[in-house]
């Protein structure tokens, strides 16, 4: 489950970038020198000029000349020497090889129900739940493609890592690993497969955790109540063709970089590209997630009933805490499954649709081995408008339905939700996003769930308006 508790509330935009270029030519002129007459060829006198003849009355006849020896052959050109074979090209460091790319993500919310404590009042959103100002989170990536041995990094910094990892209580933050988004190794052994192991974003929903990636500034439901965010284990990518491609991954579980059971969760994808602009992708993911241990703590005067989970009354017996081997959490009746679909067209350069649907369910056992199945579904539908280079609009609208109050802690509560956003991007490397929203409780018994003001009297709805600011790389 996606839902934590946001930690935290500070402010903070950093970032500038900026890049100057002067280049200078100098060229000289002046006449090349004439060019140097040939060499006469070896053994051969050079001709005296001719002189004017002297009249035949003025001059005593000249006696008749020798025959004229012949000249010797010019020796044959010299053939043009072969052009030098170009140099190799300088080998290229592995390290230039490397992309790198940082972000900083800040934000300024204000609720119109006006909670308070701000901290932490906007109910159900994923990152953006505290009013003011507030930084979400500082990252940095690198990553080296497969070729046939890569990998990546993701690091990140501030509330949103905390809240992204299960909270400060979580294992991930116990571990130190709430800064540690991504970190795997990848492996092609041929061209159509990549093989990754390690920690890794998931392959399921339309949104991700960075907000510049997505249509719009704040995380929808389904993002956040119906789907895993990360994995840890093996993941295989095979292309077929252009159109079709299968992913398959053999992970821990759900938002998990150390196990809670023995078991492990299988998932699937379906990728396909009939035509230009349309994709879909169908995926399932399913495993356990309960643990298969659990603790069972009896006061003073009572013992455990091993056969019911139950603190039985036993006159003078002293307290205790027995653990339990709840192996059947691993039992495929218990299994936690997501099934994802997403649908994506490019209407034209400008317009861009998207669709996502889940459905999921999950046997929770309880201490006696009984198993109550709980379920949760939803779709969001969102358009993306690029009116300019600059200017963008973008607008989604959800439904979510938490029937047993498993993602909420709501029992039987329908959620609606509509945002628009419009976007403005000056430069290549800054974005500024403004996400007016409206959650809503719905449906035949609608639940007062949304916190106002200072007094215990929640209301059907919130409405929010997020100033987004986010300075990346790229």
Known sequence: ??????????????????AFLVGTVASAQGAPPPPVPPAAPPG?????????ATPASE?????????????PPAPPAAEPAAAAPDAAPAAKAWYDSIKFGAFVDGYASLNYNFPKPQTGKNLFRAYDTSNGFSLAWAGINASYDPDPVGGTISLR????????????????????????KQAFASWKPVSA??????????????????????????????????????????????????????KAMVVNGWNNTLDNNAGKSY???????????????????????QDDTGTI???????????????????????????????????????KHLVDLVVTYAVNDSVGLVFNADYGTQGNRAPNGDIEHVKWYGAMLGARYQIDPVWGVGVRGEYYKDKDGFTTGVKDLA????????????????????????????????????????????????????????????
């Open 44 to 52: 051969t006198e050079t001709p005296a000029p001719p002189t004017e």
């Open 59 to 71: 001059a005593a006849p000249a006696p008749a000349p020798a025959p004229a020896a012949d000249e």
């Open 1 to 18: 489950m996606k839902r934590f508790t946001n930690l935290g509330v500070s402010s903070g935009l950093l970032f500038g970038l900026t």
């Open 297 to 335: 703590d009896c006061a003073e005067g009572t013992v455990l009933n091993p056969t019911t989970g139950a603190c039985d009354a036993s006159p003078g017996a002293a307290a205790s805490s027995t653990t339990i081997d709840r192996g059947g959490a691993n039992d495929p009746k218990a299994w």
């Open 157 to 180: 910094f501030g509330p949103s890592a905390t809240t992204y990892s299960g909270g400060p209580t979580s294992t991930e933050s116990i571990n130190g690993l709430q800064y540690l």
């Open 415 to 474: 959620l609606a939700t509509g945002t628009l956003t419009i976007e403005a991007k000056p430069t290549a490397n800054l974005i500024l996003r403004l996400d007016t929203r409206g959650d809503f409780a719905v449906g035949g018994d609608t639940k007062d769930v949304f916190p106002k003001k200072t007094h215990d009297d929640p209301v059907k709805s919130q409405i929010t308006s997020t100033l987004g600011v986010v300075v990346t790389t790229n």
């Open 193 to 246: 497969l990549q093989l990754d192991f390690g920690k890794f974003d998931t392959i399921y929903g339309a949104e991700v955790a960075e907000s510049y990636l997505n249509q719009n500034y704040t995380r929808g439901v389904l993002y956040w109540l119906a789907q895993p965010l990360f994995h840890t284990g093996l993941r295989a990518t095979y292309t077929v063709n252009e159109q079709v491609a299968l």
């Open 267 to 289: 998932g699937l994808q379906l990728a396909l590209t009939p035509a230009d602009g349309l994709a879909a992708y169908i995926g399932w993911i399913g495993g356990p997630e």
